[in-house]
């Protein structure tokens, strides 16, 4: 293989080229080589199954072993290449990569198709060593050596030189070869803890500068009059504590930095998959989610990724779907599960799960399942995670269910799936709306004043949809286009920026239904409170004023559309309907004060529900939306199954593991089993059916 072009030549040539180009012609590659604008004709309407597969642990007789077990399993694609960087690059600058050349030569010889990982974390060991700027170093500034993964600072511009590099070699070698049908970067980026070098704290104060662009702007922004905060200069500035105590607008601040510094990070990977193998699309394990820093994904998505994908690993099934459909965002392409639940760390795993899931991700948007992982690990720290192969390497129970999977897959994709359609419901969902309401430990009246939780209000607001049968995106309404949903959900919209205002005013106006919730626009874009009337920015809108806000001593009752209904959250405003219309009110707590209210705005209406977001008060609310909206319910199914018409067909999914009992419209066959089936059908435990 011929020595790489230095980066800095390359980053010249490609100014040279946008200088020389015209700008429409610029515009237009650019626009070519963005990951949401490739075309992806070989993976459209297919669904795929297979694994995670780690040949760094396997000799060449096992990788042969392995790659047999997974042909006659029926297999299409694995995914390879993550956690492996000093594999490919043992030293700086020094690649050895023809191992990995056999390897995909045998999978291609096989059929299977390979998602390319360019293994950005964990970073290896000679870079922290020769580059101890990668080090993470905690709040207190002691040095945390890379004892556990992803312990590596990805703002550091060594480490992003050197991943940038790894990428460029890997997709130079590879992003032909015929094996390979998609790139994905960074395992699980967002996981990394926050770290607090030197060199940090002037990314930080670089950052600080470009947004704020002077230093009383930022004083304004933070609100440093209190408490005698005020900052000198640029050079006073200190980084705020992740872990606490410090104020929201400074927290707040931290993590909208480390949020770009990550989308900074993915998008120099997808530049040189651009450049160099602009025809791969770009499907990476990603974890916006992540406790320790994440990032906001919903507001950056089609800037690195072609298909939303992440590592499935399902609790109950309401906060499942919500994760698919936030992974989704406002694509309208399929979900990817480049890490699907097999068993897990001391589960060998449950016979008919893994299945059900699947069948569970196809009604959520899903196209692709690989098991979580191949074989069993002998060592390191997932030595006690099971995956297909024991850890003597026989074939477990495990590979025929997921090798059911895959022959009945190859059935329903000629049967609308994947599905690709889109949803007539839009959740709104904040990254900074999450991170304001989740301060750091220390002294701070937050806590006292938003006592739930911002992602359990959201489900929410998803879970009468959910319950019934209902696809809903959930989106950043301020990034994603709203007019192609018949219905926008705000729950605990907390941070009204001008972009989301923006967004909610021009969807109003133009005929669009809104539901806020209680909690939201409260705060501006730096994270303090408005000094206007609530709901700052939209307070006309909604064609009310709220500032008074009580917590009832019981459970609030509402009475609406002839029902009794009784909350699950104490927390009420006290309305000041304008040009609203009060739909419901509160029994039970002084004055009877208006619990929902409508107001005509435009050609459109918003609602308001004068409480935080809960499905006891929310569910019949938005059922009463559905008619007049043009929203049509789902196939009704007792608790615990999910079900979806797709293409004349009905896919019923049991969640539980015991049977249940649904009630079927007409008689029919489920495609599945090729058993008749009419009034009622039973399905087992995990079972799921086609039924046409």
């Not at 615990?640 to 004349?648: E, F, K, L, P």
Request: one cysteine or more; a neutral charge; glycine letters at 10%.
């Amino acid at each position: 293989m011929s020595p790489l072009m230095p980066l800095k030549h390359i980053a010249a040539l490609a100014l040279v080229s946008a200088l020389v180009a015209p700008a429409g012609v610029a515009h237009a590659q650019r626009e070519a080589a963005s990951p949401a604008a490739v075309r992806t004709p070989e993976l459209d309407r297919r669904l795929f199954v297979g694994a995670c597969y780690q040949p760094i642990d396997r000799s060449p007789a096992q990788i042969a072993a392995d790659i047999a077990v997974m042909k006659r399993a029926g297999f299409n694609m694995v995914r390879m290449g993550d956690l492996s960087w000093d594999s490919f690059e043992p030293a700086e600058g020094q690649y050895r990569l023809e191992w990995f050349d056999r390897v995909l030569d045998q999978m291609h010889a096989a059929g299977i198709k390979v998602i390319l990982d360019v293994p950005g974390l964990p970073a290896p060991g000679w870079l922290h060593q020769r580059y101890p700027g990668v080090d993470i170093i905690s709040q207190d500034g002691a040095r945390r050596h890379a004892a556990t993964r992803y312990w590596d600072d990805l703002s550091d511009p060594d480490y992003r030189r050197r991943v940038t590099a790894l990428a460029e070699a890997m997709l130079t070698r590879w992003g032909k070869h015929p094996a390979v049908v998609a790139v994905g970067y960074d395992n699980e980026v967002g996981s990394s803890p926050m770290s607090y070098s030197p060199g940090v704290k002037q990314r930080f104060t670089a950052w600080l500068k470009q947004r704020y662009g002077t230093i009383e702007a930022l004083n304004a922004a933070w609100a440093t009059q209190r408490w005698s905060r005020r900052i000198a200069d640029w050079d006073s500035i200190d980084l705020p504590y992740g872990e606490g105590p410090g104020p929201n607008e400074r927290n707040l601040d931290l993590h909208r930095f480390w949020s770009e510094q990550t989308i900074a990070a993915l998008s120099e990977i997808d530049a040189v998959r651009a450049r160099v193998a602009p025809q791969l699309p770009a499907i990476s394990n990603l974890w916006p989610e992540a406790g320790d820093k994440g990032f906001d994904y919903l507001r950056s998505w089609e800037r690195y990724a072609t298909f939303g994908a992440l590592g499935f690993y399902p609790g109950d099934p309401l906060g499942a779907a919500f994760q698919v459909m936030m992974m989704r965002a406002g694509s309208p392409r399929p979900v990817w599960f480049n890490e699907f639940t097999a068993g897990g760390g001391g589960d060998y795993g449950t016979p008919g799960r893994s299945r059900m899931w699947a069948y569970f991700g196809l009604l959520t948007y899903a196209q692709t399942f690989l098991a979580w992982t191949f074989n069993s690990h002998l060592g390191g720290e997932e030595q006690s995670l099971f995956g297909l192969l024991d850890h003597d390497d026989r074939p477990s129970w495990k590979v025929d269910e997921f090798a059911r999977v895959a022959t009945e897959f190859r059935k329903v994709q000629t049967l609308g799936f994947p599905r690709q359609d889109t949803p007539p419901v839009a959740i709104g969902y904040s990254f900074q709306t999450n991170w304001l309401l989740t301060p750091p430990p220390g002294p701070n009246t937050m806590k006292q004043y938003f006592v739930g939780n911002y992602q359990e209000q959201a489900k929410a607001a998803f879970q009468p949809l959910f319950e019934d049968n209902i696809d809903a995106a959930v989106i950043d309404v301020a990034h994603d286009p709203i007019d192609r949903y018949k219905l926008v959900v705000l729950p605990s919209a907390y941070v009204m920026d001008a972009p989301t205002a923006d967004a909610v005013r021009r969807y109003v106006e133009r005929g669009g239904t809104v539901v806020m919730t209680g909690y939201s626009a409260k705060a501006d874009v730096t994270g303090q409170w408005f000094g206007t009337p609530l709901p700052g920015r939209l307070s006309d809108v909604f064609g009310l004023r709220t500032n008074a806000f009580y917590r009832a001593a019981a459970p609030l009752r509402v009475a609406f559309a002839g029902q009794e209904l009784t909350g699950t959250d104490p927390y009420y405003e006290v309305l000041e309907p304008g040009s609203a219309r009060v739909l419901a009110r509160f029994s039970g707590v002084p004055g009877d004060p208006a619990a929902i209210t409508v107001n005509r705005f435009g050609k459109g209406r918003a609602i308001y529900l004068a409480t935080a977001p809960q499905a006891t008060l929310l569910g019949p609310l938005l059922r009463s939306l559905y008619a007049e909206l043009g929203i049509a319910r789902g196939p009704v199914t007792p608790p615990g199954v999910v079900a979806r018409a797709v293409g004349g067909r009905t896919l019923y999914v049991n969640t539980r593991d015991e049977p249940t009992t649904v009630s079927l419209p007409r008689a029919g066959r489920d495609l599945l089993t090729g058993e008749t089936v009419s009034g009622t059908h039973t399905l087992p435990g995990y079972a799921v059916a086609l039924v046409e």
